[in-house]
């Protein structure tokens, strides 16, 4: 379904925009989903820190720069005026501001994210929060070395208590094992190659298909700290290639966040979106090429492709008209399938991250959606 258009009659207009508010509104409850509150209310807001802990940063001695306003770059520069041991100190005085901080060295972040989340001992945390739903970033590979990178943005239910072990207790649907799926995959398809993939968990998603999922509230939000997040990443490395991948509603903060985004993110996949926030790929504004596929049975094909009075996000990019490159998903099972072993659409997504941006995928038609 297209986005609707105004028409030049007000009042022609305005039942046209009830008519499709109405087929959202069903096509959620057909599928099973409730609708919570008021529709139109405007959505939970993401915390900010604050308290003790932010008022003796501002105070050090070292002068540390407001996380609250500076750029990644402005605090790159700062860590790169201090002394090893002075930095050093600093996370370890201030453990929450320093591993979650943008443009500080990834060392630092990783050893203030250790003792401050159990589950992570051993691995690379690179940011960290556990209020409320909770934020985590997990680096696989050597970050510092790599010459490629791939960017996993996760959708509706994830958090930190399923980080691991996914929501509903389904392991495929954790963040963390999809990302160390694609990683293996990767290291299969080019083990010479120097890439590191990230599970970022760095917004709050939507809980349930409710409606924080129907408006882009969250996802607005999410593409904020997200172009927050590359472009500390790209600090100093002009050759890094990133490729973001968006699963649900992260392919809405993924498609939110395009027309800001480094121009070294050279590769956007949407698999199972419910749309980009946009009409068409030239909406997205950026150079990156944009691929976009879903499962034969991904119950997100019944989504309306439709953006009107601040519900849905647009034409689903899997339509032929929305102008995305196809993503083998023929053998792919339901909507969180995409990282199983073996699947067409995990194989595709390892070669797009190599950098293979030229391929031709026989397989990658899309079946046609049903009706609704």
Known sequence: ??????????????????????????AVTALGFGVAGDLIGPARSTPVAAGATMAGWLADPLAPPDPRTATPARVATFFAGLSAGDATALGHRYPEIVGNLDGAPAVLRYAANRERYPPGRGRQILAFDGRDDGRVVEVLGDLRAATRLVILVPGVDDDLANFDSGHGGVQRRALAWQARRLHDQIRDTDPAAHLSVVA??????PEGVRRDALR??????????LNRFLDGLVLGRPDLAITVIGHSYG?????????RMTRQVTGIVAIGSPGMGVTDRSALRTTARVWAGSAPDDWIRRVPGVRVLGLGHGRLPIDPAFGALPLPCADVDGHDGYFVPGNSALRAMARIALGDTHLSYPSARQPRRRPL
Not at 218 to 225: H, L
Not at 251 to 259: D, E, I, K, M, R
Request: proline share 8%; net charge neutral; hydrophobic share 45%.
């Open 1 to 26: 379904m297209r986005e609707v258009e105004t028409s030049p009659g007000p009042s022609r207009a305005a039942s046209v925009m009830r008519s499709v508010l109405k087929v959202v509104v069903s």
């Open 200 to 205: 970022w968990l760095g917004y709050d998603p």
């Open 216 to 225: 882009e509230d969250r996802a607005a939000a999410g593409a904020i700290a």
């Open 251 to 259: 392919s809405t903060v993924a498609g939110l966040a395009a027309p």
